[in-house]
């Protein structure tokens, strides 16, 4: 049974910074790409973050909205994901979903999510 389990979320003031994690079983974590998306209120779904399976070279992707903010990593030895994100916004303010999805297939699995928000 595969499961992943987000914690670290939070109330952060701006500027400040976070770091989630991503706790994986029932996978070979090894051969699965591992993203992290943010859900707001009355918005779609979107990509933060992705770190490639060891095999595709662990390279990352973010886009412009947090690039050079947050930085993703994965750990094999402890089967977890990590999103530290500093600088934080009001904007960033969202659930975050991590997301496990295999290398060259479509099986994906989500986890349950976490709260961020960035107030004052």
């Known amino acids: 049974q595969v499961q992943l389990v987000e914690s670290g979320g939070g109330l952060v003031q701006p500027g400040g910074s976070l770091r989630l994690s991503c706790a994986a079983s029932g996978i070979i974590f090894s051969i699965y790409h591992m993203s992290w998306y943010r859900q707001a209120p009355g918005n779609k779904r979107e990509l933060v973050a992705t770190i490639a399976a060891m095999a595709s070279g662990n390279t990352t992707h973010y886009p412009d909205s947090v690039k050079g903010r947050f930085t993703i990593s994965r750990d094999s030895a402890k089967n977890t994901a990590y999103l530290q994100m500093n600088s934080l916004k009001p904007e960033d303010t969202a659930v975050y979903y991590c997301?496990?999805?295999?290398?060259?297939?479509?099986?994906?699995?989500w986890g349950q999510g976490t709260q961020v928000t960035v107030s004052s």
């Open positions: 997301n496990a999805r295999i290398v060259g297939g479509s099986f994906e699995s």
